[in-house]
Structure formats: C-alpha cells, structure tokens
C-alpha cells in the first residue's frame, strides 16, 4: 500500500461494517446519487457509517483508486466492495441487497 | 452557453458520440442508449458550463454474460476511462444480457 490514503480506507471499511463514501453527510447529502443510496440504506433500517468525501481531496481521489471505481458513491460491506448507486439500487430492488447483508451479519429492518 | 456546433446526421456529436463508437466496437451491444444528462445537473459540483459530464447509458450485451455487476460495470468504466479523465463526472449504468433484458 504505497498510498497512505488506503491505509485509512482499510481501516474504515474492516471496523464498520457497512461504510458508504459519499458526498456531503446521510443528514446532507450533497449530491442526488448519494442521497438515493442513504436512502435504500435508511429503508433497510441499515446503520452505517457514512464517509464525506467532499472533505478531503485526497480521499476523493483515493477511494476511487482504491476501489478502482471511477465514481462517488461506493458502498462497503465487511470490508468488501458492493457497488455504487445503479448497482444498490438494482439490488435494492430484486432482494439481493437484503440478503447480501443478512447473508454477511448485518442487522436489516424485518419488514424493509 | 454556447451552441453546439452542427453536426453530419447520423453522427452524435462530442462525448456522446465517442461513447457510442467505443462502447459499439467493444461491447457489440444488442441495445445501447446514451442520454445526457448534464442539463439536470447545472451549477452543482462536476458540472461544467460546457456539459458533457453526466450521462445514463443502458446497455444490453451478450458480453456482459457470466460477468457480476461490478464486473460488467468495471468493463464499461474501463472502456470509458478516456472519458472520465476529461471531465465525465457521472455515469449511470444498465448493464443486461439479452436474457435478462427480454425480448426487445
């Protein structure tokens, strides 16, 4: 790990369980690609931990490299890349998000 | 804003265009739209006077066979790396097999 941005993005995506890189924050979120995936998450009752890359340019930069991603929002579950809006919300839909989480431990509403 | 320059029919002009032409030659997609959306996105961050920058393209590929979503995203974000280096910001994806696209 030559870049010391992933160092941090290791470690936020191994201690939460589920940590979404977004812009702006799940109360603010500025941007409407961010805010549609807080609200899948908040649908599933889902408790996360959202990252504002819109405070740090070099993490901006460094989620994108790290997840080889070109784009914000990215979603993290147990450390494990998911996807980003298109791919949530797609999965949101069919069920399969559901039961990614429940399938990796992650607490989801019963009735989301 | 200025005008778009006209352009010969039958060819898209700018990003859209090149989209189309990469996407076409790499992917041979059964389906492929390209809309932009950068007008929706005025004055918010990433956008740029000159648009271009937020664009929804919905593809169905045989390509995109066996491969997972990232992947199948990854492949697209891949072809269109050129793009994103020069100022393409946002990028909405469909990315079908014709299974899963369904008769047309």
């Given at each position: 790990m030559d870049n010391p941005v992933f160092q941090r993005i290791k470690d936020d995506v191994t201690e939460n369980d589920v940590v979404l890189f977004m812009k702006?924050?799940?109360?603010?979120?500025?941007?409407g690609f961010s805010a549609a995936v807080v609200q899948v998450m908040s649908h599933l009752g889902v408790k996360f931990k959202g990252i504002n890359v819109l405070e740090d340019p070099g993490l901006r930069q460094g989620i994108k490299d790290y997840s080889s991603w070109?784009?914000?929002?990215q979603l993290y579950v147990k450390g494990e890349f998911v996807g980003g809006c298109d791919i949530i919300r797609e999965m949101f839909e069919s069920g399969e998000l559901q039961e990614l989480l429940q399938t990796k431990g992650v607490e989801v509403r019963a009735d989301a | 804003m200025p005008e778009t320059a006209p352009r010969a029919p039958g060819q898209p002009a700018g990003r859209a265009g090149r989209i189309e032409r990469t996407l076409r030659e790499a992917l041979a997609p059964q389906r492929l739209e390209i809309a932009d959306d950068s007008h929706r996105h005025a004055?918010?961050?990433?956008?740029?006077?000159?648009?271009?920058t937020h664009f929804r393209v919905t593809i169905v590929a045989e390509?995109?066979?066996?491969?997972?979503r990232v992947e199948r995203q990854r492949l697209v974000n891949g072809l269109l790396s050129a793009e994103f280096e020069s100022g393409l910001h946002a990028l909405q994806l469909s990315t079908r097999t014709p299974a899963e696209a369904g008769p047309a």
């Open positions: 702006g924050t799940p109360v603010f979120p500025q941007c070109p784009t914000i929002p | 004055g918010h961050a990433g956008a740029r006077p000159e648009g271009e390509r995109f066979e066996g491969l997972s």
